[in-house]
């Protein structure tokens, strides 16, 4: 390519300062921007976590505002675009910084933001990793406000033409305390990181089992469509992958435990390689390994 023309591209790029964000229609009503299999870094921004718009009639519910002001201003911009009407609701599913950073363009609109219970502590929630993983022109004006309702029990709400049901989990999940959306009228459940498919999980700040008692309870609910916090997949299977992983860590963990594996050799005995081939298994499993032994091994004694 002629240097100059790359030259004007690249200037171009720079200044835009675009995520050029693109929502999926997933099912009638609502829309998801769907972010890359990827930690944060200088090539997403941020764009690296799923955020969801639900048609509530008279206006939109944003499930997870993502990583930055501009992420938030420019995904609304675009669902304007698609049908324009005002902003109802913002619910924040966890405290994870991917997924409510964009908090402060829905304040300076004056729109109600819900969060998970964690919130709570807001003054603890640190937006450093964000900051310094991304260009500094995306993370430009992101300030970290904390959402103003904070709901820590499970419960209905009506916001425009639209039942919800917001599930709380108290007990330390995928995050300390996680929130998920059920629209039964539409079959749709917005998981946040409870549900995660083609790509590792984190369980940094979770708990093993009581992930899987939460996804065993989101189960249970009767969506058609569920969207997790990171990966493609929207159908009947949208589950399959968090649930066996999970499962077969734990079995992994009991099973070493039963065998006095100890911590210096947990790491190689319950590698997973039937996962190798998916994103982030080499800068995650291990790491989760360790977590989940940390965690039985406190039981079991
Ligand atoms: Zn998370």
């Known amino acids: 390519m002629n240097k100059l023309l790359l030259l004007c591209l690249t200037a171009i790029v720079l200044w835009a300062q675009e995520y050029g964000l693109e929502p999926v229609r ?9 972010g890359a299999l990827k930690s944060p870094n200088t090539k997403n921004n941020g764009n690296m976590v799923n955020s969801c718009w639900l048609d509530a009639g008279s206006g939109w519910i944003v499930f997870d505002s993502g990583p930055t002001r501009l992420y938030a201003k420019e995904s609304h911009e675009t669902m304007q675009r698609i049908k324009r009407m005002p902003l ?16 402060g363009f829905y304040r300076e609109k004056g729109v109600p933001i819900y969060g998970s219970g964690a919130f709570k502590n807001h ?7 964000m900051k310094s993983a991304i260009a500094p022109a995306f993370f430009k004006g992101t300030v970290p406000v904390p959402p103003d309702h904070i709901v820590t029990h499970s419960k209905h709400m009506k916001i425009g033409g639209l039942e919800l049901e917001v599930i709380v989990f108290n007990e330390p999940a ?7 959306l059920f629209v039964p009228d539409k079959g749709v459940l917005l998981a946040g990181d409870l549900v995660f ?10 708990s093993l089992k009581g992930w899987r008692k939460a996804v065993k309870r989101l189960r249970t609910l009767h969506w058609r469509t569920a969207v997790g916090g990171h990966g493609y997949k929207t159908g009947a299977d ?12 734990q079995q992994k963990i009991e099973k070493a435990l039963e065998e006095d594996i100890d911590m210096t050799q947990i790491a190689t005995y319950a590698a997973m390689p039937e996962y190798g081939h998916m994103a982030m298994y080499d800068l995650l499993h291990g790491k989760n390994v360790i977590k989940a032994y940390e965690e039985l091994e406190w039981e079991s004694e």
């Open 26 to 34: 997933v099912t009638p009503g609502l829309y998801c921007f769907f």
């Open 88 to 103: 109802l609701a913002v619910f924040n599913s966890h405290v994870h910084d991917d997924h409510w950073l964009g908090n």
């Open 123 to 129: 003054e603890k929630l640190d937006d450093s990793r």
């Open 174 to 180: 995928h995050s300390q305390s996680d929130l998920a």
């Open 197 to 206: 498919n083609d790509r590792l999980p984190s369980l940094r700040d979770g």
């Open 238 to 249: 949208a589950l399959d992958f968090i649930d066996a992983y999970l499962a077969k860590l």
